[in-house]
């Protein structure tokens, strides 16, 4: 039975939502659920699409496919990516984030009011004009034109930024879909793209999804994913599975770090970036792992999926990687997880923290701008 309550009308008119209110609730179901509300729009006819849909469609914020499907257009994606930071600069203080610079001077982005005589290989785009020009008016003793030497030159000293690869991998085993923690990370990670393309657009960054595997995710395919649903409620399980012959159903829903973590350095070795770094966000020990050409599920978790894992930690470091892995604690103390982010820091010369979903991205922030000037050096 259905319950209406009736008042009094105030007079006022009705105001209907506008294409921005309507498109942030949308990309909040997106950040939250995935994409299938857009696939629910995809089932209505073309002439009976809601007229609230067809505005935000008319400002440019989602479109159609080839395929005539809906989904998030760039414009979208950017302000998806901007609302995302700009909600979690509120969580916590701004000014203990944003550019953190390195002490050593050389040619960079950012113009000091600082300056020195020009040496050479100085870019001239950091000329002190100014000063330049009244060096060569007072060695010529004045007049005019005025001939400038190599010995005027006076340039702007600079901030040495220096351009870092960043991986953040995002766990997408069943267990993210507890306690909001998948949706918690990933509006970290969104936010986290909007951060790196305003303030440090020299820098990249990409995500990768690891479950029973490990794949990349672009911008949309990252607001579009949600965690692997569980498939198997065995309590013990021993599998293995041929990469090179997969059969049509392999669970999904298992923690393959050692997957990410190879996929990752893989991707990172291609960069020449300064500094390079892995951020992994987890809430559970590995569950699975490759050998060869075969991947391993195994639960409970075992110790030989964390020695592979842990070996690949080694490499990475090996490679001059940061790796900053954060364990996102429930409402229990989870000594296992906790553990093996420790081991996993201690074997890599990382960084390991456990936290609350809360916490998790002031945690991550601080990590990824740390990571951009600490130098690490192949072993």
Not at 40 to 65: A, N, T
Not at 143 to 160: A, M, N, S, W
Not at 323 to 346: H, T
């Amino acid at each position: 039975m259905s319950v209406y309550e009736y008042s009094r009308w105030d007079g006022q008119e009705f105001q209907p939502q506008s294409a921005d209110e309507v498109f942030e609730k949308l990309s909040e179901h997106l950040i939250q659920h995935g994409d299938d509300l857009l696939r629910q729009l995809d089932d209505i006819d073309e002439d009976e699409v809601p007229e609230l849909i067809q505005l935000i469609e008319k400002e440019g914020l989602i479109e159609r496919d080839e395929e005539g499907k809906f989904r998030v257009s760039p414009k979208g994606i950017r302000r998806i990516q901007d609302k995302a930071l700009s909600d979690l600069f509120l969580t916590f203080r701004r000014d203990g984030l944003g550019r953190h610079d390195s002490q050593q001077k050389g040619e960079g982005a950012v113009r000091l009011e600082d300056t020195r005589p020009y040496v050479y290989g100085d870019s001239l785009a950091n000329l002190n004009m100014h000063e330049t020009l009244k060096n060569a008016y007072i060695r010529q003793g004045g007049g005019v034109p005025i001939r400038l030497k190599h010995e005027d030159y006076i340039v702007h000293e600079t901030e040495f930024q220096s351009r870092c690869a960043t991986v953040v991998l995002i766990d997408m085993s069943g267990s993210m879909g507890r306690y909001g923690k998948y949706h918690t990370t990933k509006k970290v990670a969104v936010a986290l793209q909007a951060m790196v393309r305003a303030q440090y657009p020299q820098d990249s960054i990409e995500m990768i999804g690891f479950y029973t595997f490990a794949s990349p995710m672009t911008e949309r395919q990252l607001l579009n994913s949600a965690p692997k649903p569980v498939s198997l409620w065995d309590s013990r399980v021993h599998l293995r599975f041929d990469l090179d012959n997969l059969p049509g159903r392999v669970p999904q829903h298992f923690t393959n770090i050692h997957a990410g973590l190879r996929l990752a350095r893989s991707r990172l070795m291609r960069h020449g970036a300064g500094n390079k770094q892995i951020i992994v966000i987890t809430d559970g020990e590995p569950t699975a792992h490759v050998e060869g050409r075969e991947v391993v599920l195994i639960y409970p978790p075992a110790e030989k999926t964390a020695t592979h894992t842990l070996n690949e930690a080694r490499h990475c470091a090996n490679a001059g990687i940061r790796i900053s892995s954060f364990a996102l604690i429930e409402d229990y103390f989870y000594l296992g997880l906790v553990n093996f982010v420790q081991e996993m820091a201690r074997v890599s010369g990382g960084v390991a923290a456990y936290c609350s979903t809360e916490d998790l991205g002031q945690f991550v922030f601080e990590s990824f701008v740390g990571g951009r000037h600490t130098r690490r050096h192949s072993k």
